[in-house]
């Protein structure tokens, strides 16, 4: 799901720091993390997809820091493609960007997996408008 770090700068800024695993819908393993999910909700009566609780969740959580005034760096990986999936929709919606893709709108960007060789980015840097991506 998700882990973070909440970071405190000066003039009471804070920036926190969000990496965040979605599942793949991967049914036929047993031991994938979407039924590792699937059980764990099933178990507390909720019989909603993993995916649609943990997009539903994963958004309240960001509004909950947006509107406490913080900035975000997200990493994730989607297990879509970030360019047109939900993810990319949700981040939309609120009003964060892909860092690399920012600084790079004309170029594919690299595979973060060895499976993935259709040059369709599935991991991805969001970043809150007041957090500049700059290069190296």
Known sequence: RWSW???Q???GYYTRCVTAYRPCKTTANLGSV???HLRYWRNKGEF???LALFDQQFEEQIQEWLQAGEQLVIGIDANEDIWVGQTAAMMDRLGLQDAVLSLFPSQSPPETNLKNDQEIPIDALYVTPGIIPTTA
Do not use: A, D, T
């Open 9 to 11: 700068g000066r003039h």
């Open 48 to 50: 909603e997809c993993p």
């Open 5 to 7: 770090l909440l970071l």
């Open 34 to 36: 979407y039924n590792q």
